[in-house]
């Protein structure tokens, strides 16, 4: 997949402003400091798929830093991109038949969400350490997409409402694996090329604006490989000192 030249300065942009942020909290958060890599696939909600969720899935990659307040609360910043494509012709009803719309491109995201673990949870606990955990918060994305019928393109940044769920697990010393699946509420209704053009009799909940999602598995570390003297993190480093 070729990037359009906006997209490429949007990611850079992005990528310098996240690095700025990243270096003064990692100096100073050292010892509660996650930073992960995450790999997936995104896919589209919206007038031309009113309910489908895994629908059309393309790649998506992207990377985060995350700030644990204590073992079960956290602040994450992160950068994500991926592909988002449909097309009524994947569809059986009659009114997509006919309107024959179809879409494809890519969104790129930069969002903050607050964390809420379930359990306890370090990736410097103990060993098989793990914690399903609920996130959400505010961000903005990036979005370029060209539609066939009506004959439209988009490029335009939009605010979104980033919801996700996940399971988190500590494999080994610093290292941890996530598995998670987020909803992107936006305020646009043109990814698409549709602006509610949904046929009446299949009114989808959710078709007033496009949403996208992130579907994927991440990869979490610790640089720092000691968090003695921090009184939040006593139980779950305890098991580990002992060993």
């Known amino acids: 997949m070729i990037m359009h030249p906006i997209v490429s300065a949007f990611l850079n ?108 949870y370090s990736t410097q606990g103990k060993r098989w350490n793990y914690t399903p955990y609920l996130a959400a918060g505010a961000g903005i994305s990036f979005i370029n997409t060209s539609a066939k019928n009506p004959n439209s393109s988009v490029i335009t940044y939009v605010p979104v409402i980033p919801f996700s769920i996940g399971f988190k697990i500590n494999v080994y010393k610093n290292l941890g694996l996530e598995a998670e699946y987020g909803f992107r509420k936006s305020f646009y209704d043109n990814f698409d090329g549709q602006k509610d053009l949904t046929d009446p009799s299949h009114h989808a909940l959710l078709h007033n604006n496009d949403w996208y999602t992130f579907a994927g598995i991440s990869v979490t570390w610790k640089i720092y490989n000691k968090l003695a003297g921090c009184p939040a993190y006593s139980d779950v480093d305890e098991p580990r000192r002992k060993r």
Not at 51 to 76: C, D, S
Not at 80 to 85: E, K, L, N, T, V
Request: aromatic share 20%.
């Open 13 to 120: 942009r992005i990528f310098l402003l996240f690095l700025f942020l990243l270096f003064p909290l990692s100096l100073s958060g050292q010892r509660n400091a996650d930073f992960g890599l995450f790999g997936g696939t995104s896919s589209y909600i919206g007038d031309i798929n009113e309910t489908r969720l895994f629908y059309a899935p393309l790649p998506a990659g992207g990377l985060f830093y995350r700030y644990n307040f204590n073992p079960r609360q956290a602040l994450r910043t992160n950068i994500f991109i991926g592909g988002i494509r449909g097309k009524d012709s994947d569809f059986s009803n009659n009114f997509q038949r006919g309107r024959d719309a179809s879409f494809s491109g890519m969104v790129g995201e930069w969002a903050l969400q607050y964390e809420f673990n379930f359990f306890p």
